[in-house]
């Protein structure tokens, strides 16, 4: 049977470097800014000096950088999060109802009883397309998705 690991190529497991986590959305802007824009723009005004040579790479390549800032865009609040959930207080009321024999039924919102594979495919990225369509001007037709498992 032929391995499908991607990190497997000729029978050799392929290094990974880890990847550097930006603490804020400056710095990650500021490095987004030099790795991919700049180059960019350099491979532009050459595309202007070149009579347009490579207008049909920098016009793919400024499309997918154009791409990228909009998934930074969607991304960074939740990417550069500071906030802490904490579900201590559900804990214990979980423990307090199991003690004192109570029907907990009415509080059966139990974070390991999701389905989360459910959750993503039919309400999140549903919701991620229609806010970067509304945020492009349109809105999506058709609000209701349905995907089978």
Not at 39 to 46: K, Q, R, S, V
């Amino acid at each position: 049977m032929k391995n499908c690991s991607p990190r497997i190529l000729n029978g050799r497991v392929l290094q990974t470097r880890r990847p550097y986590l930006f603490k804020r959305y400056a710095f990650f802007r500021v490095c987004l800014m030099i790795i991919f824009s700049l180059p960019l723009m350099i491979l532009e005004g050459f595309n202007l000096l070149l009579c347009g040579c490579f207008s049909r790479y920098c016009n793919d390549l400024n499309r997918r950088y154009n791409f990228l800032t909009l998934l930074v865009k969607l991304y960074a609040p939740y990417a550069f999060f500071k906030g802490r959930f904490d579900d201590s207080n559900l804990t214990w009321l979980r423990m307090e109802t199991k003690i004192c024999n109570v029907d907990g039924g009415n509080l059966n919102f139990d974070p390991k009883q999701i389905s989360w594979h459910s959750y993503l495919i039919s309400v999140h990225v549903p919701a991620v397309l229609k806010y970067a369509q509304m945020k492009k001007g349109t809105t999506l037709r058709r609000t209701s998705y349905s995907y089978s498992q």
